[in-house]
């Protein structure tokens, strides 16, 4: 089954629809970046990808490190 959750960015909603299981992982987040209940300008939404994608790049570091030292 699948959930459809909307944000209004640049006074336009965007709906998309993602996995039951994921759906609360996505609100969660969205809530932390996002002004869920109103509208969303564009370098709002900018700043939380850049946000995200610096996340991203520190967990993959972060695996690299404890796979190098898995590898001795």
């Known amino acids: 089954m699948s959930k459809k959750?909307?944000?209004?960015?640049?006074?336009r909603r965007?709906?998309?629809?993602?996995?039951d299981d994921?759906?609360?992982?996505l609100e969660q987040h969205m809530?932390?970046?996002f002004?869920?209940?109103?509208?969303?300008?564009?370098?709002k939404m900018l700043h939380a990808y850049v946000r995200r994608t610096h996340?991203?790049?520190l967990q993959d570091k972060e695996i690299e490190k404890i796979?190098?030292?898995t590898e001795l």
């Open 31 to 33: 809530a932390k970046d």
């Open 35 to 43: 002004n869920v209940d109103g509208n969303n300008d564009l370098k």
């Open 5 to 11: 959750i909307g944000l209004h960015i640049g006074g």
């Open 67 to 69: 796979l190098r030292k």
């Open 22 to 25: 994921f759906a609360p992982f």
């Open 14 to 19: 965007f709906d998309v629809d993602v996995e």
């Open 55 to 57: 996340e991203l790049f």
